[in-house]
């Protein structure tokens, strides 16, 4: 009994010294996501170099419009790509909206190994203002995330000025937190917060960055800029509760919180249903 509780504890903290920090930084293949169609013709590609001299692999979608409305910043989730979002790009595009998509750090044929959750991915926000401002410098510009991109939206929405709103759909509200989540999901009930903690802790310094400042709901507070949050009501990757608490954390009046119901992490559009897209429009609408 006692060599195999030995055992045990020595395993546990070996993953959580060696292996689980990468699988919390290394983005993992594959995804649950479909692919839309979309009209690849009417995407321009183009490469942007980040902060840290990381390529970034984007796409511009214009406007079907002779007159843009606004811009939106495409950010997709975990294990996503740039295509995931040109379905929606191509959608915006018939009305009046241009959009920029592209792979995150880390992930598609963008460069860098390691996700940092926002911490240094809300830098590449920047570059991509600075990008769409030299191509449309009078157009308003926002920004859209999907589950972790809802996490770099809210963060970057923070330190850049130029962002005149933001949709954020299906994230959490503290990194900590959601590691903790995924764990304990992953064990079936028997998950540690102290091992879940030094995992992360350990993959903040494989990949350069402080877990701890990684608080979506916190980082919500600064916020003055008109948001909208969508989130589904039975998603079990990411609780529907984080999305009440960043919606509560947002001081200005100016926002919104659709609950989509039946819906889980992956199906909201679907379970939305023609009423999520007027709902959408009917935000997107008043930012211009």
């Known amino acids: 009994m006692l060599t195999t509780t030995f055992i045990l504890l020595v395993t546990g903290w070996l993953a959580a010294e060696f292996l689980s920090p ?10 649950r996501y479909d692919i839309p169609n979309f ?6 590609e183009f490469e942007l170099e980040t902060f840290d001299q990381l390529k970034l692999s984007a796409a511009f979608r214009p406007s079907n419009e002779s007159a843009t409305k606004s811009v939106v910043i495409f950010v997709h989730g975990i294990s996503g790509k740039k295509e995931h979002f040109m379905g929606m790009a191509d959608w915006l595009a018939t009305q009046g909206f241009a959009s920029v998509v592209f792979d995150g750090r880390a992930h598609g044929e963008s460069g860098g190994r390691y996700c940092t959750f926002g911490y240094k991915e809300k830098q590449d926000i920047k570059v991509i203002v600075q990008w769409i401002q ?8 926002g920004i859209w995330g999907n589950s972790l991109g809802g996490a770099i939206a809210l963060q ?7 962002l005149s709103f933001g949709i954020v759909q299906s994230t959490f509200a503290d990194l900590e937190q959601i590691v903790y989540d995924y764990q304990n ?18 993959a903040g ?14 980082t919500a507070e600064q916020l003055e800029q008109p948001i909208l949050l969508i989130h589904g ?8 509760d984080y999305a009440q608490q960043i919606f509560q954390a947002i001081p200005t009046t100016k926002k919104q919180f659709i609950r989509i119901p039946g819906a889980d992490h992956f199906n909201v559009f679907e379970k939305g249903g023609s009423r999520l897209h007027d709902q959408l429009m009917s935000f997107l609408a008043k930012q211009r």
């Not at 970057?156 to 130029?162: G, K, M, T």
């Not at 540690?192 to 030094?198: F, W």
């Not at 009501?233 to 529907?240: A, H, R, Y």
């Open 39 to 44: 009209n690849q013709g009417y995407f321009q």
């Open 185 to 202: 999901r992953i064990l079936q009930g028997f998950g540690s917060r102290s091992l879940s903690n030094r995992a992360l802790r350990r």
């Open 134 to 141: 030299k191509r449309l410098p009078d157009t308003e510009i």
């Open 22 to 31: 990468f699988l919390i930084i290394i983005p993992p293949p594959g995804h």
């Open 205 to 218: 310094k494989i990949a350069g960055f402080d877990p701890a400042s990684v608080r979506p709901a916190k």
């Open 233 to 240: 009501e039975q998603d079990k990757n990411i609780s529907v």
């Open 156 to 162: 970057s929405l923070a330190i850049e000025p130029n």
